[in-house]
């Protein structure tokens, strides 16, 4: 039970969420095939939300920043990876 309660009180649906895309996009980033690898940007963005959410509810400002340019960043793979022909390494 206080397992159960020490779990509620320190892990939000937000760090869920960071955790579990952030780490799924950085994983994705490493692949060799390049059609895995592709999908990193948009599990990077899929976890944007939740970095804002959290920022803002912290009131931490330096990271909602933060938060901006790495979603520009993401966005920036989806447009090489998703429409500019991207999806091969050119090896």
Do not use: N
Request: charged share 15%; aromatic share 22%.
């Amino acid at each position: 039970m206080l397992w159960g309660f020490l779990w509620r009180a320190t892990v939000s649906f937000d760090q869920i969420g960071i955790a579990f895309f952030g780490l799924l996009a950085i994983a994705l980033t490493q692949q060799e095939d390049a059609g895995r690898r592709r999908w990193a940007c948009w599990f990077g963005l899929a976890g944007q939300p939740f970095w804002f959410y959290s920022s803002f509810v912290a009131e931490q400002w330096g990271i909602a920043v933060l938060a901006v340019f790495y979603t520009i960043a993401w966005l920036e793979g989806v447009r090489v990876h998703w429409f500019k022909g991207g999806g091969s390494d050119g090896a």
